[in-house]
């Protein structure tokens, strides 16, 4: 299969651990995001990047946020000390370019924090 | 923030039938996407309208764009079971460096 996949699918945490995502892009894909969806809302944008460098990260994302994506290839997604509001499916899409529009999810991962 | 608002937020109807949802958005776009989230699962792609066209099928999708009025609508025809899911709309600009911003999603219902 040559879509996104990201790992794990669901993840349980207690409040204040840490978690990492993991998402491998389509392979030939340079730009990489990553979105947050809460139930019945549409996804809000993180973070993205450009091959390794990231470009912006939104205000949403607070210092216990951090992406990498380490030679331009899969990326990550730690949460430090997670909060019970950290709970969301959390999404990572990727596109060829930034002259290609269209953007290719991955199926998220659930993140509960309890 | 998000940019586009979907009308209705949920939609029922008959296997056969039409559906229609409508996205309104606030600032200048390059595109406006539509894309396809079955339940709890990643959001798929279903067609892209550039700001200087008006309309694009694509099989049983029919999309409109009014720029003038900043709103785009989604015509699913001859619906089946299948096509229940979440309708997003999404949009971008090359302001914000063709980043999405999406809309709260339609999510539709088709019955048997």
């Known amino acids: 299969d040559t879509g996104v996949s990201q790992n794990p699918r669901h993840k349980i945490t207690k409040r204040g651990q840490n978690v990492t995502f993991r998402c491998d892009p389509i392979s030939e894909h340079n730009r990489l995001y990553w979105y947050r969806q809460t139930l019945g809302q549409g996804p809000e944008f993180l973070t993205y990047f450009q091959n390794e460098a990231q470009l912006e990260k939104s205000r949403l994302l607070s210092d216990r946020f951090s992406a990498e994506r380490p030679k331009g290839s899969f990326s990550t997604l730690e949460i430090q000390r997670t909060e019970q509001g950290d709970s969301a499916m959390y999404l990572c899409?990727?596109?060829?370019?930034?002259?290609?529009?269209?953007?290719?999810f991955g199926p998220g991962t659930r993140l509960t924090v309890t | 923030s998000q940019q586009g608002e979907e009308d209705p937020q949920a939609l029922s109807i008959q296997e056969g039938e039409n559906a229609t949802m409508n996205c309104s958005y606030k600032?200048?776009?390059?595109?406006l996407q539509w894309y396809r989230q079955n339940s709890g699962r990643g959001l798929v792609h279903l067609i892209l309208?550039?700001?200087?066209?008006r309309e694009k099928h694509s099989g049983r999708l029919r999309v409109t764009l009014d720029t003038s009025k900043k709103s785009s609508s989604l015509l699913i025809t001859a619906s089946r079971a299948a096509d229940t899911a979440s309708y997003f709309c999404?949009?971008?600009?090359?302001?914000?460096?063709?980043?999405?911003?999406f809309g709260a999603g339609t999510t539709v219902t088709v019955r048997a």
């Open positions: 999404a949009t971008d600009s090359r302001s914000n460096d063709y980043k999405l911003s």
């Open positions: 600032t200048s776009i390059n595109n």
């Open positions: 899409a990727s596109s060829l370019d930034v002259t290609a529009y269209e953007q290719y």
């Open positions: 309208i550039r700001s200087n066209e």
